[in-house]
């Protein structure tokens, strides 16, 4: 048998477990389920193909990447479909940072904002 990776999880440490998980599940169509009474407290996000696991933060304000590190987005999914999940932010009034393009390498994608601030980026490759 091929050795191979087959999956990637998005870990987000959060300030407030209940408020981001609320967010993904209201605005962004995931579902939660809660682990709160464990030795690590998480959430687990679950949409599709896409799991994303919320962990609790120590710090009470998210540095997202673009802050930190002067560019960058915290997380990127791909899928098919995304003009149909791009109106389904817009229908949610999920803060849009970047509208629904064609980039310059070949990427039809969009960039949302999150309840903590990071910025989640959504696309395919077209070209």
Known sequence: MKSELSHSLLILPVPDLN??????????????????????????????????????????EVKPNRVVHGYGYDGYFTGNGIEEIYRECVTNDVKIEKQLQMTDYGNLEFVLEDIDKRWICIGIKKE
């Open 19 to 60: 408020k981001t998980a609320e967010f993904y599940e209201n605005k962004l169509n995931f579902k939660a389920i809660k682990y709160l009474n464990v030795n690590q407290p998480h959430v687990c996000l679950y949409r599709d193909f896409i799991e994303i696991v919320l962990t609790k933060s120590k710090l009470s």
